[in-house]
């Protein structure tokens, strides 16, 4: 057994719906309801298909507290961040570690810019104002900045709850050289559609991608599947699901995914905050062919 069981499997991170601006918190409820019946593993709150950086701190911290207290243990919360200041961070961490968040993600600083040893310092001090699970959400396309194994095994040497990452990457040598350096029990999330059964493969722990907001029980399935060592039947729901997985990255995320949700009647509006818009007419078409394709609708 390990201390960190609960990070594995089929996490989704949670959109945010909106109404006439503001965080829409019944239909919040709704879709964290969604996602336990349809079996997935746990719940992301702030982490990019929730639009995070179009929120204040305030409405971070709320829908933290919010998700907790409807999921009532149902499922295991992993609490993001998705801030950019050291004191914004630490203030939210202080207050998921209060609200009884099971595991905490934060995103590696952004547009700074800074040298690894600034990350390793970074994540010390933050990872001292917990004991729950600590994840990194490594995500180099969006914050401009690249871990490297070294920064890791030097935070973990400083940070003993450092559970692993949200690797929103395509670079499998990266993994494999983390999970040789770090060991087995290092949890690595795959957080993009298209390389989530090779990095199962590799020794991968799960995934936290938009798709599950769309597919919950397929997504699901698919680690299931794979984790009982059914390989072709895995391969199979790649397959299966790969129109979907393509199919989320037409548009800034979660823009694609809002539009499916609407369609499908999940959603009363793929509402967005600026700068992010609706999807546009000719993706709108192309997600609804994908929605038949795959046998949503």
């Given at each position: 057994m390990s201390k960190f069981d609960c990070l594995q499997g089929a996490y989704c991170p949670l959109i945010v719906p909106f109404r006439d601006g503001k965080i829409d918190f019944e239909t919040y409820g709704k879709l964290i309801e969604r996602q336990i019946v349809e079996g997935s593993?746990?719940?992301?709150?702030?982490?990019?298909?929730?639009?995070?950086?179009?929120?204040?701190?305030?409405?971070?911290?709320?829908?933290?507290?919010?998700?907790?207290?409807?999921?009532?243990?149902?499922?295991?919360?992993?609490?993001?961040?998705?801030?950019?200041?050291?004191?914004?961070?630490?203030?939210?961490?202080?207050?998921?570690d209060k609200a009884g968040a099971d595991s905490i993600l934060v995103v590696t600083p952004f547009y700074v810019s800074p040298p690894q040893r600034g990350v390793v310092s970074y994540f010390d001090k933050l990872g001292a104002r917990t004991r729950k699970p600590f994840l990194i959400y490594h995500i180099p396309g969006r914050a401009g900045f690249a871990l490297t194994v070294d920064t890791l095994e030097a935070v973990q040497d400083q940070v003993p709850h450092f559970a692993g990452l949200k690797n929103t990457d395509t670079d499998v040598g990266f993994v494999t050289g983390a999970l040789a350096r770090l060991g087995r029990d290092f949890r690595i999330f795959a957080g993009l559609e298209l390389p989530t059964l090779p990095m199962l493969s590799i020794g991968g722990c799960g995934m936290m991608i938009t798709a599950s907001n769309v597919a919950p029980r397929l997504v699901a399935q698919?680690?299931?599947?794979?984790?009982?060592?059914?390989?072709?039947?895995?391969?199979?729901?790649?397959?299966?699901?790969?129109?979907?997985?393509?199919?989320?990255?037409?548009?800034?995320?979660?823009?694609?995914?809002?539009?499916?949700?609407?369609?499908?009647?999940?959603?009363?509006?793929?509402?967005?905050?600026?700068?992010?818009?609706?999807?546009?007419?000719?993706?709108?078409?192309?997600?609804?062919?994908?929605?038949?394709?795959?046998?949503?609708?």
């Open positions: 593993h746990g719940l992301l709150v702030n982490a990019t298909s929730g639009e995070p950086t179009t929120l204040t701190v305030e409405e971070r911290g709320q829908l933290v507290e919010f998700a907790i207290k409807t999921s009532k243990g149902r499922l295991p919360v992993c609490a993001g961040t998705a801030s950019e200041s050291f004191e914004a961070t630490a203030s939210l961490i202080d207050r998921f698919l680690y299931d599947t794979f984790a009982k060592g059914d390989i072709d039947g895995a391969i199979a729901l790649n397959l299966k699901l790969y129109p979907l997985f393509r199919g989320v990255a037409l548009e800034s995320s979660p823009i694609p995914v809002k539009y499916m949700l609407k369609r499908l009647g999940v959603l009363r509006a793929n509402e967005h905050r600026s700068p992010l818009v609706p999807a546009s007419p000719d993706v709108e078409k192309q997600l609804d062919k994908i929605l038949a394709e795959i046998g949503l609708v």
